[in-house]
């Protein structure tokens, strides 16, 4: 198969939640020398974006949705220890979580892998997040960076709902707040009153490393 072959392959077979054969042609394209880059954002994000599209037109449902998403996640599982493979130092401590109402998550587990390549101890407390889990979590590790993801129109209000109950609960001052996902904006970012906001995984890592390194040069000031 040519490079644009197992590309179009894997497209298509994401779009369709063949999981086992999104397996099996991700671990021949990484065979045949493609980088992990390659696949997921000329195949496996492109394809879950077409996945969108044909739901919002009503051609597909949230069974089709919810294959299509395994089969990506199949994948992500194969590409994981190579997007985070760099041996960085640790950075910082970065909390992560969807809010609550809110199931998606393979955003989030990207953005995940790309802070993890970057040398983040990243903290994974799920999906459906709760304020006071967060609470919890901030309390426990505290980390540096709290991230919290939301995918829906629907859910996006959690994260003034959770910036106020984190500020009730005396940590404002004490963690870097950063929002992201599909639907949320820099606009909507800074109406809710977070740190810092990044509309893709990368982008989120480069962020992530500006706020920290502010927030210590302040503190060392
Ligand atoms: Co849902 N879904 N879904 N879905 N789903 C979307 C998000 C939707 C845009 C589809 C559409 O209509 N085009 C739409 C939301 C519309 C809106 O509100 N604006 C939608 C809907 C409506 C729903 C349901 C309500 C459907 C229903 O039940 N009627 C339902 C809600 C369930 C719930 O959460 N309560 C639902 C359910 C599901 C499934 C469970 C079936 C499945 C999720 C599987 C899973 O995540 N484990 C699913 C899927 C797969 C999708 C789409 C097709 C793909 C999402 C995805 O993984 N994208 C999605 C359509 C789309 O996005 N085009 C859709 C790939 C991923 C790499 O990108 O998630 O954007 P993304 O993450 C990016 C950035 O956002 C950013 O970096 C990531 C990597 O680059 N980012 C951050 C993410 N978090 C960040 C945090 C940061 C910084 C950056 O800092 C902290």
């Known amino acids: 198969m040519t490079h644009d072959e197992i590309i179009k392959a894997l497209f298509d077979e994401t779009m369709i939640g063949n999981a086992p ?23 496996l994000i492109p394809s ?39 041996g960085a130092e640790t950075v910082g401590t970065f909390l992560m979580g969807t809010v609550k109402g809110d199931v998606h998550d393979i955003g989030k587990n990207l953005v995940n892998i790309m802070l993890e390549g970057a040398g983040f101890k990243v903290i994974d407390i ?46 404002r001052d004490k963690v870097i707040i950063m929002v992201g996902g599909a639907p949320v904006t820099q606009e909507y970012a800074d109406a809710v009153g977070a740190d810092g906001f990044a509309s893709d995984a990368s982008t989120a ?13 302040l503190v060392n000031a």
């Not at 054969?21 to 195949?43: R, Y």
């Not at 890592?205 to 040069?217: C, P, S, T, Y």
């Open 48 to 86: 879950l974006e077409e996945v969108g599209a044909r739901f919002e037109r009503g051609d597909y449902f949230v069974p089709e949705m919810l294959i299509a998403g395994k089969a990506m996640s199949g994948a992500l599982n194969v590409l994981r220890p190579l997007l985070a493979e760099t």
């Open 126 to 171: 799920g999906v459906q997040v709760a304020p006071e889990k967060f609470i919890a979590a901030i309390n426990e590790h505290q980390p540096d960076i709290l991230g919290m993801s939301a995918f829906l129109t629907t859910t996006m209000p959690m994260f003034k709902v959770n910036i106020h109950e984190i500020t009730k609960a005396g940590l």
């Open 21 to 43: 054969a999104v397996l099996e042609l991700t671990n021949k394209a990484l065979a045949e020398g493609m980088g992990p880059d390659t696949i997921l954002f000329e195949a």
């Open 205 to 217: 890592v480069r962020v992530a490393k500006d706020l920290i390194q502010k927030k210590r040069a």
